[in-house]
């Protein structure tokens, strides 16, 4: 059994309790314009290049491209995506680590090679591995593969999904996850089909059938100026959790522009709108806010 992903990132702190590893699966059923990992959006492998490590000079990935898809000018180099057919010769020859090729195929034995390495970092710090994205659960089997064989080895595991996959999904993987880590980005469904493309009333009603099935679930809410940091979308995330039931914990996540230099590399365009992050001021109000409501509010994962 295989599965796409485009990272594995060791000693993480903010995706779940404990040390952790956390594997980022490729492709995502949502289309988040403030995305930070914008190379996790779609499921094909795609090119990323770092002009600023390019030399004008060289030419080795022009020269080796067996389909001649690119070509250069002065430090930047172009690629013409319909000849291209990503087998990688371009990041194999560049010396200066300019061009990566994001995504690789992997199978459930593979990951878990990876995250065997730092057992004892789980064991002492109550840690374990989380399955990110992406969306994980847009791989259903890859990823349940990997639960159930995590579960076997007695190894913590976390997975981080946005809710937005049929419910049938989301409860197998629930009950073979130790934590679900659930994504709930905006609760006005007019700016939530705007800013991530789809209606959130699939993501509202799984949560609601989650939250009966006695499962741990942490809430993690991006922060966003502008966008759903006011007083009244907090206040609909109260009312709303109130309805849900046996949650108890939201972590939130202030925007950061990790994902603007990404969608350089990718040679993806810009969204309409700078996003910008809250204030610490008024992070800490929200989190009063919250707080008072009975929620344990954590700021950041």
């Not at 060791?10 to 040390?19: E, F, L, N, T, V």
């Not at 089997?141 to 064989?149: K, N, S």
């Not at 990790?258 to 350089?264: D, L």
Request: aromatic share 8%; net charge negative; proline share 3%.
């Amino acid at each position: 059994m295989k599965g796409m992903i485009f990272d594995i990132k060791r000693y993480a702190i903010h995706d779940g309790p404990g040390i952790r590893t956390t594997v980022f699966f490729k492709g995502c059923t949502l289309r988040c314009q403030w995305c930070h990992n914008p190379e996790g959006i779609e499921r094909e492998r795609e090119i990323m290049f770092r002009a600023e490590r390019c030399v004008e000079e060289c030419r080795e990935c022009v020269t080796v491209c067996p389909q001649c898809a690119i070509t250069k000018k002065s430090r930047v180099i172009s690629i013409d995506q319909a000849k291209c057919d990503l087998c990688g010769k371009c990041e194999e020859a560049c010396m200066y680590d300019a061009v990566e090729c994001v995504g690789r195929e992997v199978s459930v034995q593979d990951v878990l090679n990876e995250v065997e390495k730092d057992r004892i970092f789980y064991e002492e710090s109550e840690g374990g591995v989380t399955f990110s994205g992406g969306e994980p659960l847009a791989q259903p089997d890859f990823l349940l593969g990997l639960l159930t064989e995590l579960k076997g080895r007695n190894i913590h595991t976390a997975v981080d999904t946005s809710g937005f996959v049929p419910f049938d999904i989301l409860d197998k993987v629930s009950r073979e996850a130790d934590l679900i880590l659930f994504d709930l980005k905006i609760m006005d469904e007019g700016k939530h089909i705007n800013f991530t493309g789809e209606s959130n009333s699939l993501i509202l009603e799984n949560l609601r059938k989650l939250s009966r099935n006695e499962k741990k679930i942490i809430i993690r809410m991006p922060v966003l100026e502008g966008l759903n940091d006011d007083e009244e979308s907090f206040q609909k995330v109260v009312e709303y959790l109130r309805t849900c039931g046996g949650i108890e914990e939201i972590n939130l996540l202030p925007y950061h522009k990790g994902g603007e230099a990404k969608r350089r590399r990718l040679n993806k365009s810009y969204p309409s709108i700078d996003f910008r992050a809250p204030s610490d001021e008024r992070v800490e109000e929200i989190k009063n806010h919250l707080s008072a409501y009975g929620f344990s509010v954590k700021v950041g994962g």
